[in-house]
């Protein structure tokens, strides 16, 4: 099966850091659900969503940045607005994730913000959990890490955003 070249690049990040990670290949996933449903011995909330927004941040105006969050969650606006001071969030359409992440298509966009030179947003409730899975570039296939390691590589800006 070819990935897209995402995936080969995170799995190369992930080895040359030294981290444990483990790579599942399955059927096609797009929601959390689907895919909670093919990944063996994780559960839902293990499982990192990556939501690419645009949001509107005082002194910068409008941009994009991901938000993280469990699988079962959804992001709170009221939240992200008290805490970060973010406004007008939106998703991004599919043609601006399209153009974001070279390609990586709805479903498949990984957890890794910084390498679409994205600020990152992740909610406490993930990384309480010991491990975490999250498609890698390709609806088709996911790896699953230490979260510890993850907030590690990623140093994401962490609150509760559920």
């Known amino acids: 099966m070819i990935y897209h070249q ?20 399955h059927e096609p996933v797009r929601t959390s659900e689907e895919a909670s449903r093919v990944r063996t011995g994780y559960t839902i909330d293990q499982g990192a969503k990556a939501l690419i927004t645009r949001v509107k941040k005082p002194g910068v ?6 938000f993280v969050v469990q699988g079962s969650k959804k992001f709170d606006t009221a939240k992200i607005k008290e805490q970060f001071g973010l406004s007008d969030i939106r998703f991004a359409t599919e043609e601006e994730v399209l153009k974001i992440t070279n390609g990586v298509l709805l479903g498949g966009v990984p957890p890794f913000g910084n390498l679409f030179n994205l600020s990152i947003y992740v909610d406490r409730g993930l990384l309480q959990q010991e491990k975490i899975i999250f498609n890698a570039g390709d609806k088709s296939f996911s790896i699953g890490m230490k979260s510890t390691d993850y907030a590690d590589l990623v140093n994401p800006i962490i609150g509760d955003i559920v």
């Open 61 to 66: 105006g409008k941009l994009f940045v991901m």
């Open 6 to 25: 995402l995936t080969e690049i995170i799995k190369r990040i992930l080895t040359n850091s030294g981290y444990w990670f483990e790579t599942f290949e």
